[in-house]
């Protein structure tokens, strides 16, 4: 079989394996729950899969919503058991658990917002109404903790009541409403202090670098402690020029300390937002020295290893992501904060797929009544089919949000497809030159147009203020695969039809 075939079928396992996981638990994954609840102190953890309540399997949302009915609402406590994968967990409780469930996915394709649905938060400053401009700024730097922090399809804009108000309104796909207000809720203020003076707040005015990855960046050690584990994070920073000349004066005047002499008797303590979070001890070698360059530490803690392990590298990131942005510019307060259902949800993608397929199969019986040939018919069908399994894949790989604009560049990508395939096809069908020589004209055809078109759609990455990114990317996925994988084995496959 010729290579760029194999090409195209390593591809489609390849993207196959991409969207499908190969996990066959079955439960509901447990999403958010509070850490100061009951069912966290009795050991339900974020992640863990919920298989059964009170001997009762769950294996779907209505599973779940039928066993708790079943049992609440009660005027007394009652035992309530619940298994999940790492054992069973009993309480004892006249209220609903408290905790955010959802379905375990059959598949890494993630969906925007308007699809999946999400968290959203009215948020306006505390005892202040902002000005067009400050509302603006707080957006700016809210976008860029927001961004710091990796999440997708992210919505943040301005919104007025009607006295005239200014408030942030912030949309996030996939999120809860505690995660999502864990989020946004504190300001984030950072600083990093030497008895009662300031050597350096969080921001790009008095930190220049923040390692977030290799060496210099993660968890170095783990160990017991009194009450389960504890893991030790740390990471390196550059301070700006001004930074380090106040380090060089604050620390001019400290002494020796007379415990350790190797150190300075006081210590540089980190606070977030007004909360000392560690004391690092400063070398005697750093006295009245102008230093850009700074080791920040912390810890994380949990009833395991994985539990400290995990909660040092979010507090880690919460560290890392204030040092970037800085404090934002007032405190906030949030006035509303609720879930969003999916405006289109399962229904709409269900139609989508059935009218995706159903044109699919509309254009392959197109070709047989124009060429007469079932095993074109069947290479288009085939083909279109590959190139959205790949479209899929990459999406799934790199963790993309589906929105409804990257579903129309999905079915953009799949009708350029279909014109390259008749293009081929056509050329193949003169017989003025070799079969070989009319395919290699029909390829420099729909090489041509894949530039054009290329060109075309870079724009739109930047255009109506980013919402039709999604279209864009989709779109140049679909048509570079056409263009690089599935058109040159739609080729070979046409040659050998043709020949026989």
Not at 50 to 66: C, H, K, L, Q, R
Not at 252 to 275: H, M, R, T, V, W
Not at 315 to 329: H, W
Request: glycine content about 8%.
């Amino acid at each position: 079989m010729n290579w760029k075939i194999w090409l195209l079928i390593v591809c489609v396992l390849a993207s196959l394996l991409a969207i499908f996981p190969l996990n066959f638990s079955e439960g509901l994954q447990i999403v958010s729950l509070d850490q100061n609840s009951t069912e966290f102190e009795q050991g339900l953890r974020q992640g863990q899969i919920i298989t059964a309540i009170n001997g009762e399997s769950i294996n779907t949302f209505n599973d779940y919503t039928n066993a708790i009915n079943k049992f609440f609402p009660t005027e007394e406590k009652i035992k309530l058991t619940i298994t999940t994968t790492q054992g069973e967990v009993l309480l004892f409780t006249d209220t609903i658990p408290e905790l955010s469930v959802k379905e375990i996915p059959k598949t890494r394709i993630k969906t925007g917002l308007d699809l999946s649905g999400g968290a959203r938060a009215l948020v306006t400053a505390e005892e202040k109404d902002l000005s067009d401009t400050e509302l603006m700024d707080l957006i700016a730097v809210t976008n860029e903790r927001l961004n710091v922090y990796g999440l997708k399809d992210v919505q943040i804009r301005k919104v007025t009541d009607l006295s005239g108000k200014n408030h942030m309104l912030i949309e996030i796909a996939g999120s809860t409403p505690k995660e999502l207000e864990d989020l946004i809720a504190k300001q984030g203020k950072f600083e990093a202090r030497i008895g009662n003076e300031t050597v350096f707040s969080g921001g790009d005015k008095d930190v220049t670098y923040v390692a977030r990855t290799g060496e210099q960046s993660g968890i170095y050690k783990c160990g017991k402690a009194e009450q389960g584990e504890i893991c030790q994070f740390r990471f390196s920073i550059s301070l700006s020029e001004a930074a380090a000349k106040r380090h060089a004066k604050i620390t001019d005047a400290l002494g020796i300390s007379p415990e350790n002499p190797q150190y300075l008797d006081q210590k540089l303590e980190l606070f977030l937002d007004d909360q000392l979070t560690d004391s690092l001890f400063i070398g005697r070698d750093l006295k009245g020295s102008e230093t850009t360059q700074i080791s920040i530490s912390g810890s994380g803690a949990g009833a395991t290893r994985e539990e400290a392990y995990n909660d040092a590298v979010r507090n880690m990131k919460q560290l890392q992501t204030v040092m970037i942005t800085g404090s934002l510019p007032f405190k906030l307060q949030i006035e509303k904060l609720d879930t969003i259902s999916p405006l289109l949800g399962k229904e709409f993608i269900n139609t989508i797929l059935i009218a995706g397929i159903a044109s699919i199969l509309a254009v392959g019986l197109m070709i047989f009544l124009r060429y007469r040939k079932i095993k074109l018919s069947l290479a288009v069908i085939l083909t279109s089919l590959s190139e959205v399994a790949i479209i899929l894949g990459v999406s799934a790989l790199f963790s993309r949000n589906l929105d409804l604009p990257s579903i129309a560049g999905i079915i953009a990508a799949i009708g350029t497809g279909v014109d390259s395939q008749i293009i081929i096809l056509d050329e193949a069908q003169t017989s003025s030159i070799s079969l070989k020589q009319r395919i290699k004209r029909a390829l420099y055809i729909i090489l041509g147009t894949y530039i054009t078109t290329l060109f075309a759609l870079l724009p739109l990455m930047w255009a109506g203020a980013g919402l039709l990114k999604g279209f864009a990317i989709t779109t140049i996925i679909g048509i570079s695969t056409g263009v690089f994988i599935t058109r040159p084995a739609f080729s070979e496959i046409v040659k050998r039809i043709l020949k026989e």
